[in-house]
């Protein structure tokens, strides 16, 4: 079975300081992660994608097949970041499996 | 191109009754899935649509049921609801299947009374 853990539920910092967004996974083969992001009164929309290993807003995501991981991660924090953020797994051509989310709260 | 677009946006609904939601894909894409957010929690996957058949389905009673039209746009049906069932309905569309990277509509938001 897959799942995905996001152990924070809310993170805050000040902007300006680094950010990390946890992510952890479970999956027996060779997962495809995400990062989804919900700003307020938007729809869920996706933010990166593994195999593209781009930056997207400043953020960046790798992934850790030993610790299987893919933490979302920005050194400088923009008030404009704050939302709420899932990681999501897929593979084997299932569909998405979605963490349980962490609010980002980047204060001014 | 309005993207992913869901009807209604909110409902509600007695326990016992039937509901049906509405999805349009966005243009070019053929395949959506659907899925459940409860208050506090991620998506849950419920199942998805391609071809006008059901190819996959998540952990959900035989209560949640859908059909996948023609011209890709796709129907949500719930029997028998419960309490529990109150959520919000996400649905996503994507092109070829689940490989594809899924686009998400705004939701439609069921209360069940």
């Known amino acids: 079975a897959q799942r995905v853990t996001q152990p924070e539920k809310l993170l805050s910092v000040f902007k300006g300081a680094p950010v990390e967004l946890k992510c952890n996974y479970s999956y027996s083969g060779s997962p495809e992660l995400f990062w989804y992001v919900q700003y307020s009164r938007q729809r869920l929309q996706l933010l990166l994608r593994h195999i593209s290993r781009e930056s997207i807003k400043g953020f960046t995501a790798d992934l850790n097949k030993g610790e299987t991981s893919f933490h979302l991660k920005k050194p400088f924090a923009q008030e404009e970041d704050s939302a709420m953020y899932y990681c999501?797994?897929?593979?084997?051509?299932?569909?998405?499996?979605f963490g349980s989310g962490t609010r980002l709260q980047v204060q001014p | 191109d309005a993207g992913v677009t869901q009807s209604p946006t909110h409902l509600i609904k007695t326990r016992g009754q039937q509901v049906t939601l509405r999805c349009s894909p966005k243009s070019g894409h053929d395949t959506v899935s659907w899925y459940q957010q409860a208050l506090g929690q991620g998506p849950q996957f419920i199942f998805q649509?391609?071809?006008?058949?059901?190819?996959q389905r998540g952990n959900f009673p035989d209560r949640f049921s859908g059909h996948q039209f023609p011209n890709y746009s796709s129907e949500l049906n719930v029997n028998a609801l419960l309490l529990g069932d109150s959520a919000l309905y996400l649905c996503?569309?994507?092109?070829?299947?689940?490989?594809?990277?899924?686009?998400f509509g705004p939701g439609t938001r069921l209360t069940v009374l």
């Open positions: 999501a797994l897929t593979g084997g051509r299932r569909a998405l499996t």
């Open positions: 649509y391609y071809e006008e058949e059901e190819r």
């Open positions: 996503a569309s994507s092109w070829g299947g689940s490989e594809g990277t899924q686009y």
